[in-house]
């Protein structure tokens, strides 16, 4: 079962790859748009979410959410109400 660390870890690696930001720069408390999350990276990070856990989920999220830490959570929601 998917747990909100693996769903951390999934979006760190993959917001470092999307955003070229420092592993380092990239906490679970970071604000997302202090790393330099536009609108574009929102829909590149939600279409990765959706092929990596097969839910649908909407850019609004990265906005909506500040951190990795939130939108984990609120992506482990989607996944129990989705499966």
């Known amino acids: 079962m998917t747990t909100v ?8 690696n993959s917001a470092v790859g999307v955003l070229e930001v420092s592993r380092e720069d990239v906490t679970p408390t970071t604000p997302l748009v202090d790393i330099g999350m536009t609108s574009f990276y929102a829909v590149l990070l939600c279409g990765m979410i959706e092929d990596e856990y097969e839910i649908e989920v909407e850019p609004l999220l990265m906005f909506e959410c500040r951190t990795i830490a939130e939108v ?6 989607v996944i129990k109400r989705q499966k």
């Open 5 to 12: 660390q693996d769903i951390q870890a999934f979006l760190t």
């Open 72 to 77: 984990s959570e609120e992506v482990l929601e």
